[in-house]
Every structure is written in structure tokens, then in C-alpha cells.
């Protein structure tokens, strides 16, 4: 359903005749995005390209005037991108797409919504600094991952989940105002978020952000760390076999494997109190299993042979980087002791050697995609963060319910395809499991939901806080209640700030 | 050539992750030049990507999108360079060029396809053998009395139509660059018809089959088991078109191959230098979409199984080497990379039957690579594909910025003194 004329004319006005468009062949692009849904999502009813946060403002003013809903959006990876009502627009920001700084003496990057890991990462580089990259993809919006979606990441264990990185944000609110937070809201520059000027940090991001449903962020500034590897990734090979092999004076990557989740467990925490090490992560097999394979039918010949299964299925991952070669024996010291105390050992050399030859398992991960290839749906049915200790009990209890599924070939059997990622040297730790689906199987469009469902029923009766936020209507009604009648709260808040999408 | 509806899977599978957009991650460099499709890059909206021609196609296939003029201009206006295929590849089990190519011959089949100017091309194919309606008489001007042929030789160089018509002086290097080598070689004179690359590329699937079926049965009437091309455009076509009709008999080198073993060899020395730094842009059809075409008949099965195997072609074993090689063994030559090169080569906008119906975009294009060349401080572009000399060429003499574009055959023709 196109605009009406005269609405059509006042958006055309804003953005020009070129970034702006309802014709059905370009509408096309922007609503096919959920091959691991059965629902087709609805038609935008024109996308534009907005190239300036003034422009956003008109644009949302219009919309208000209008009665439109609109969408915000950079490359519409996830389902929170697609419409879910008729008269809705989708704003695609990828035209402002400036790296508007570089701080390198106060260590913040200043972005749009368009720049993206891939450049953002290896800029960066060339002046020595880093930020943790979410596994989203080279393509994937810095910006919306830092400020608008979960963000967990790897490297979090030495470093933090983004919300914990934003710094100034610029906002257009749904009425079209313009909200600058933290420094930024008293001139005063893009490098605290907290003050002086309003935070609101919390509301902006909370644990896994609204997903574009508070308005527009049109820029943020993000914290950086250092980064102790090269100025330009030093890759070879060609795709899809890359190395990207860092100095092992300074970068260094083991994997042991436990014979229990609770010794796995134990050996995070001391790692952590010993704080050493950049990442260290309990790493999904099944998803190793296809990152390491370059076809579908690679990934069955290899899972099939169990390795993964047997190496992988209490796995701890430990990535060091340090500053010298002293600095990486020291922790490679400490790590090896921790871990013959709490009775690890080294997995099979073969897997270590995957990741030693491409640590862009650590940089970009370029190629998490992968987990899309085994009939293009996967959905993750924990998500949330607490103790490490209670990652762990929740990780325990995933076979109770994920079991049934994978008997009856509706899953890939792989009830050990969860992470948990120890975060801030394990003060906090993060989990997520991963189940892997595909459209072929029988009532496939349900077992998402069936999954999920299942998974919170386990998450009562046993207290565990598996699932934040949570991810459908129903479930927000049956844990609400559970977590402070958060479902009443967050209404109140989608109604002061949502978009009324 | 599978048809639309075979390539389904491909359709449905894509989950608009975008790696079909940008330069895969570990080879990415910094803010710039992160971008691989130029049709997204210039136009932004997704539907302008491999992606949103997926969409696109999914839809035509299932009767929800009408044809409209703007569509089709769409859909021609990709210049089929495959770095979506590829970028996707390294991640996914899909088809993406596969469908992208499907979808134009399927419009063309609606009859509302293709462009104008392809149709004129075609017609020029079918009246006189070449895309430009050259007389064909004239295909073999370019052969000098001193090219030293040789008779009932199973090794044909196929100059092609660009080198016949346009640059001579690639096909002229090359016969000289051969004799030089003492390998001997024939041609196929008036029996040389256009390659079909740009029909079968363009959806004309039965004029693209037409003239490649001519070049097969002549190529196999004089008992050729080797085919050498000086053009990308050819090259690709020999690769990947050709075994869709039927088995190939022959091999086919680019002539940066042949160079490359002439001086293993040692039966080739380069040894005039002039200094100079160069920067070599890859051919889509000479790099990343020159794997051999393998049929594969089978069955998706749940979870991605493709039973039988399929043996995917993902960009890996393209001609990236040689022509490095053979540019490193000429004196004075220094070599400096852009950025995005081998597998995620950034097209030169020639390609596709984009230069010819669309130039504008095309020459977006080719000053968008142009502004990378030049960033390698280089000061000449080395290629090795006509089509992308006219849209380079156009775009450098446009920018007056002091580089040149040269044909990787002139510095080795110069090289030998």
C-alpha cells in the first residue's frame, strides 16, 4: 500500500526524490527477512534514506501529523525491523554513516547509525584502539548494536557488553524533539554518559535495548580500549579459507575442555579473579561446528564424526592479548595452573588450530552467518546475564527441555549449543542458546515458539533467570510478575517513548 | 541455465544479513572502500543489492510483483560482477549470481527484457558475429603478416570480440607474446564468432547458445584441446557458459596463465625494464566467477543437506595468481594492492550490459575504482579484460589525475624488448 500524494510530497520534500521511494520493486527489498518465521512481514509503506538527524526530526513530524508509523532501521538484519502495521515507513539510516570522530587522547569514537563493524574495527586499528564488536557480521551497524540491541560479544570478559560503552547519545524522541544525553546535553563534549545532563543511558539500552522502538539514535559516542594486535589485519588465504594469524608473542588462544559444567564453571571464576585473559567464553559446539565448515554437508560429515561433540561440549575458549611476551607467559602461566586445578585439559590440537589460524573469531567474527546455513532459521531461547554460578545452573537444566525436540528430528541435536561468556573478569557472566531449525520439517513455523515456551517453563520451576528480556507478549505476562511486574513498567514506558509500532 | 524456480532454496534461505553488501571482514581495511556492490552503493536502497534481487525474484516467481519499466531497470542495472555470490558464499550454500541470472532471463522470457542496447548487440551478433556490428570481415584485421601460426595446431587463441574489434593491440600483443614463448598456436579466422558471454549474461539464453554452439563445434572440428583468451569476458563465458550446453573438450587458459608457465618454463624472459608501480584490478570473470561451471542435479535435503554433494564454487580458485606472478617478473614493475582485490575485486562498471545501458552508473562505477586506484599511489591500472579497459579507460581520461590504464599484454610485449 503506497502513500497518499500529498504525504509522499512532504517526505520527498525532506529527503529529495532519490532517497525516497513506494514503488513495489524497491518495497520488495524490505520484506522477505524472516526465513526462520512463517509469517511474511508487511509491507513498508515507503522506505527513505534520511542522510541527517534534521532531516529524521521532519521526517518524524510527519509522521506524527500523518498518523504514519515509522521504523528505524540501518541494515534490517533482525525481525524488530520489519513492519507490523499497515502505514508504516521504514527508515533506512545508512546514508549517515560518518565517523564524525576519533578521540584518540579520551579514547571515544563518535558514529551514525550507517557505520558499520567492519569499517569502524579496522579504523580503529590504525590508531590502536579497539572496542568490543558484537557477532553480527562485518555489515552490521555499530551504532544499533551499542544502542539498540543486545550486543553481547566475545571479548566481553576482559572487556563489557556495549550498553556499557555508550557514551553522548543524540536522540530524536517520537515526537521529533531532539534529546542530547550525558556530556553532550551540556556542550560540554560526547565522553561521559552519565553527566553532567541527563543519563537515561538505562532507558536508551536497558539490557537489550528497544530495538529502534524509542524514536531515533542519529549518533553516540563509544568508549574504546587499546588495541594490542597490528594496524591492519594480517590476513591471508582467500575466502571462504582465510588465516588471520596474530603474534603469538601477544595473542594467544587455548581451549580446554572439562569433564563437568561445574569444574568448567570454577575455572571461569578463578580466571576471572585472577584477571587475566581477553576473552573467555563456554562456546556453543554445534556453532563451532559450522563455523569451521564451508558447506552444510561439511558441517553433518564433521558432526557426524562426534568430534564436536566429544571435544566441544563442556569447552572453555581463552583468548589472551597482552602487552609483551612477558605479559602473555605470565597468563599463560596462571591459566594453565588454574585450569590442571580444576581438571582441564587440552581439546584435540586440530580444533585449537582453527582458531589459532583465523582469530577473527576474536576481531570481526566475519563469519557467524555461518549458523544460518542449515535451512536458514536458528533462534536463541536464553539470552540474559547474572552470576557466572547462575549461567551455569541454567545451562545445566537446557537438556530437560530442548531434549524432546531434538528426539523427534525437529532440532539439530545439540543440547550443548549454548555459551556462557564471562563478562568484566567474571563478575558478571552472559548465556544464550542457540537451537537450529529448519522450514522443511513439519509445523516448522511453530517450533520456535514451542521451544521457547518450554524453555520458560523450566526457567520457573527452577528460578532461573534465563530469559531477559522477555521475548513475547505471552511470556512478558506469565514473568512479569516474576521480575518486579516489569511487563507494567515497560508498557508505561513504551507508551511515554514507543513509536506505537 | 536453471530456471527460476530451481533456485527456490537460494530465495528463501537469504536472511538479509548483508555480507552480500560489504568486503568480508578480515580483508577489510579501514572506513573506505568497505563497500563491494555497486548498485547498493550508489543507490542504497536494499532492493539494490544480491539481496534485493532475491526478493525481487522470489516475487516475480510467485506472481506478487508486477513488471514495471523501473523494475527491469533494476534488474539491469547490476552489473552481474558476482561479489554479492561470493561474500554470501563464504557464509551460505546459495546461488545468489545463479539467481540474479535466472531472473534475467526470465524477464526476458516475459518479454520485458532486456535493455535496448542488448537487444541491439544481439541483433549485431546474430547479422555479423560480433556485439558491435562490425563487419565481420574485419574480425581478424588485427592479425599481422608477421604472427607466426601454426597449422593443424590444437591450440587456438580466441582474441575475441573486443581485442578483434576495439583493442587490437591486446590481440596483436598476445600472438607476439606466444611466438615469443615458441608455443605454437592457431586461430580460428572467419570460424571465430562473438564468445556469448554478454547475451548469456544479459538473459538472450537462445542467441547466447546460438554462437557458443557455433564456437564448440568448430573448436571441435579442428580438434582444439586448448583455448587461449587475452579477454576476461571470453574467459568467463568458456568457464561457466560453455559447460551448461553440453561437455567441453578443451581447456581454457588466460593468457597470464600461459605467460606464467612460459616463464617457469624458461622459455619466456622478460628483461626490458622501465620502473613503474602499477595496481592490478582483477576481472570478475578472470577472478572470482572464473571457477569452472559443475552441473549439479540433486536434492536439498532438511538441515542443508544437498545429496548428491554439491561442489560449490565460491570464488577461491579464480585466476588471481598469474597475473601477479607475471606482472612481479617484469623489471621494474612494483606492485601495490587496493584494497579490495582478488575475491573482493570492486567491478570496474563495465560489465553485465551495464556500459551499454545504463552508462552513467557504469562510469560511477568505474571512477568509484578509479578513486581506489589512485589511493595506491600507483601510476598506471594493470587489468587484463577489455570490457573493463572501456570503462576504466573512460573514467581515468575523464579524471585527468596523471593514471594511466594499461592491458597486462602490453607490459609483457614490452618487456620482451
Redesign the interface.
Known amino acids: 500500500m503506497s502513500l497518499p500524494k500529498q504525504i509522499y510530497a512532504e517526505l520527498e520534500q525532506i529527503v529529495g526524490a532519490e532517497y525516497i521511494s513506494d514503488r513495489e520493486y524497491i518495497l520488495a527489498g524490505l520484506r522477505h527477512a524472516m526465513p526462520s518465521s512463517p509469517v511474511k512481514p508487511l509491507s513498508p509503506a515507503a522506505v527513505l534514506l534520511p542522510g541527517t538527524a534534521e532531516e529524521v526530526q521532519q521526517i518524524v513530524r510527519v509522521c506524527n501529523r500523518h498518523g504514519l508509523k515509522f521504523i528505524p532501521t540501518v541494515s534490517s538484519l533482525i525481525g524488530f525491523a520489519y513492519p507490523t502495521a499497515l502505514n508504516t515507513i521504514i527508515l533506512q539510516l545508512k546514508r549517515m554513516n560518518r565517523i564524525v570522530e576519533i578521540n584518540r587522547t579520551d579514547r571515544y569514537a563518535v558514529i551514525e547509525p550507517g557505520v558499520r563493524h567492519g569499517q569502524l574495527r579496522t579504523e580503529l586499528m590504525k590508531a590502536g584502539l579497539s572496542y568490543p564488536v558484537a557477532a553480527v557480521g562485518p555489515g552490521g551497524s555499530v551504532l544499533v548494536n551499542f544502542a539498540c540491541s543486545s550486543g553481547d560479544n566475545h571479548n566481553q570478559h576482559g572487556a563489557s557488553r556495549t550498553n556499557r560503552y555508550i557514551l553522548g547519545v543524540e536522540w530524536v524522541l517520537p515526537s521529533g524533539e531532539m534529546v542530547r544525553l550525558g556530556s553532550l546535553a551540556n556542550d560540554a563534549g560526547w565522553f561521559c554518559a552519565d553527566g553532567p545532563g541527563p543519563s537515561l543511558r538505562g532507558l536508551v539500552k536497558g539490557y537489550a535495548g528497544p530495538f529502534g522502538g524509542f524514536g531515533v539514535i542519529t549518533r553516540i559516542a563509544i568508549g574504546l580500549d587499546e588495541w594490542r594486535g597490528p594496524a591492519e589485519l594480517p590476513t591471508e588465504g582467500r575466502s571462504p579459507d582465510y588465516k588471520l594469524r596474530l603474534s603469538p608473542d601477544r595473542h594467544k588462544v587455548f581451549i580446554f575442555k572439562f569433564p563437568t559444567l561445574d569444574r568448567l564453571r570454577d575455572a571461569m571464576i578463578e580466571i576471572g579473579k585472577a584477571e587475566i585473559g581477553q576473552a573467555v567464553l563456554k562456546y556453543f559446539n554445534a556453532t563451532a561446528a559450522l563455523l569451521a565448515t564451508q558447506s552444510a554437508n561439511d558441517f553433518w560429515e564433521l558432526w557426524e564424526s562426534g568430534l564436536f561433540q566429544r571435544e566441544l561440549s563442556r569447552p572453555l575458549y581463552v583468548y589472551l592479548a597482552t602487552h609483551s611476551a612477558e605479559e602473555t607467559a605470565y597468563e599463560e602461566a596462571v591459566l594453565r595452573e588454574i585450569v590442571a586445578e580444576t581438571g582441564g585439559e587440552e581439546v584435540d590440537p586440530a580444533i585449537r588450530a582453527i582458531y589459532e589460524n583465523n582469530m577473527d573469531f576474536f576481531i570481526l567474527v566475519g563469519f557467524l552467518q555461518r549458523v544460518l546455513r542449515l535451512g536458514g532459521a536458528w533462534a536463541p531461547a536464553k539470552l540474559s546475564a547474572d552470576s557466572v554460578h547462575h549461567m551455569f545452573e541454567i545451562g545445566k537444566a537446557i537438556p530437560e527441555f530442548l531434549e524432546e525436540f531434538a528426539a523427534k528430528r525437529l532440532i539439530v541435536d545439540a543440547p550443548d549449543n549454548f555459551q556462557i561468556i564471562s563478562m568484566e573478569y567474571g563478575h558478571l557472566a552472559h548465556i544464550e542458546l542457540l537451537f537450529l531449525w529448519d522450514r522443511s520439517m513439519p509445523a516448522w513455523g511453530e517450533i520456535p515458539m514451542q521451544v521457547m515456551a518450554r524453555s520458560h517453563e523450566t526457567e520457573i520451576r527452577h528460578g532461573h533467570h534465563g530469559s531477559m528480556p522477555p521475548r513475547s507478549m505471552p511470556m512478558l505476562g506469565t514473568l512479569g510478575p516474576l521480575y518486579s511486574n516489569c511487563h507494567i513498567w515497560s508498557e508505561k514506558i513504551r507508551e511515554a517513548f514507543g513509536t506505537g509500532r | 541455465m536453471l530456471p527460476l524456480k530451481d533456485l527456490r532454496h537460494t530465495m ?8 552480500c ?11 573506505d572502500y ?1 563497500e563491494i556492490c555497486p548498485i547498493h552503493q550508489r543507490f ?6 544480491g ?2 534481487l ?3 525474484a ?2 516475480i516467481l510467485d506472481g506478487e ?2 513488471y ?1 519499466s ?2 527491469v531497470d ?1 534488474i539491469y542495472s547490476c552489473t552481474t560482477c558476482g561479489a554479492c555470490d ?2 554470501c ?5 546459495m546461488e545468489v549470481l545463479e539467481t540474479i541470472l535466472a531472473l534475467r532471463a526470465r524477464v526476458v522470457a516475459d518479454g520485458w527484457g532486456p535493455m535496448p542496447a542488448h537487444q541491439e548487440a544481439a541483433g549485431a551478433v546474430a547479422a555479423h558475429h560480433n556485439i558491435y556490428g562490425r563487419a565481420h570481415e574485419q574480425r581478424f584485421d588485427w592479425l599481422a603478416p608477421e604472427v607466426k601460426l601454426t597449422k593443424n595446431c590444437t591450440t587456438a587463441y580466441f582474441a575475441g570480440c573486443s581485442a578483434a574489434y576495439r583493442y587490437p593491440q591486446i590481440a596483436q600483443d598476445t600472438a607476439k607474446i606466444l611466438n615469443a614463448g615458441g608455443l605454437e598456436f592457431t586461430v580460428l579466422h572467419a570460424e571465430e564468432y562473438c564468445c556469448g558471454g554478454p547475451l548469456w549474461r544479459t538473459g538472450q539464453i537462445a542467441e547466447a547458445r546460438k554462437v557458443a554452439e557455433h564456437n564448440l563445434a568448430v573448436l571441435e572440428k579442428q580438434g582444439i584441446d586448448r583455448v587461449i583468451t587475452s579477454c576476461a569476458e571470453c574467459f568467463g563465458a568458456f568457464r561457466d557458459f560453455y559447460p551448461r550446453l553440453g561437455p567441453v573438450n578443451f581447456r581454457v587458459m588466460h593468457i597470464t596463465e600461459v605467460v606464467q608457465q612460459l616463464i617457469a618454463e624458461q622459455r619466456l624472459t622478460l628483461h626490458h625494464r622501465e620502473d613503474r608501480k602499477v595496481t592490478y584490478h582483477d576481472p570478475c570473470l578472470l577472478g572470482r566467477l572464473s571457477e569452472p561451471y559443475v552441473p549439479w542435479n540433486g536434492e536439498i ?6 545429496e548428491p ?2 561442489q ?1 564454487r ?3 580458485q579464480g585466476v ?1 595468481d598469474a597475473p601477479r606472478e607475471v606482472l612481479q617478473a617484469i623489471p621494474g614493475v612494483e606492485i601495490v594492492e587496493m584494497v579490495r582485490n ?3 575485486s570492486y567491478c570496474c562498471g563495465g560489465g553485465g550490459g551495464v556500459a551499454e545501458a545504463f552508462p552513467d552508473f557504469s562510469q560511477w562505477t568505474a571512477r568509484e575504482r578509479c578513486r581506489e586506484a589512485g589511493s595506491t599511489g600507483a601510476a598506471a591500472m594493470v587489468s587484463c579484460c577489455p570490457f573493463c579497459q572501456s570503462a576504466l579507460e573512460q573514467a581515468l581520461g575523464a579524471a585527468d589525475g596523471g593514471m594511466k590504464y594499461l592491458d597486462i599484454t602490453r607490459l609483457i610485449a614490452e618487456a620482451l624488448g
Open positions: 528463501e534461505s537469504c536472511n538479509h544479513c548483508g555480507q553488501k560489504w568486503v568480508l571482514g578480515p580483508k577489510t581495511k579501514g572506513y568497505a542504497g536502497f536494499d532492493a539494490y543489492s539481496q534485493g532475491l526478493n525481487i522470489e516475487e510483483l508486477e514495471e523501473g523494475l533494476l561470493i561474500n558464499k563464504s557464509v551460505r550454500d535435503q532438511a538441515f542443508g543437506r544437498h554433494p554439491k560449490w565460491r570464488g577461491a588471481y582478488e575475491e573482493n
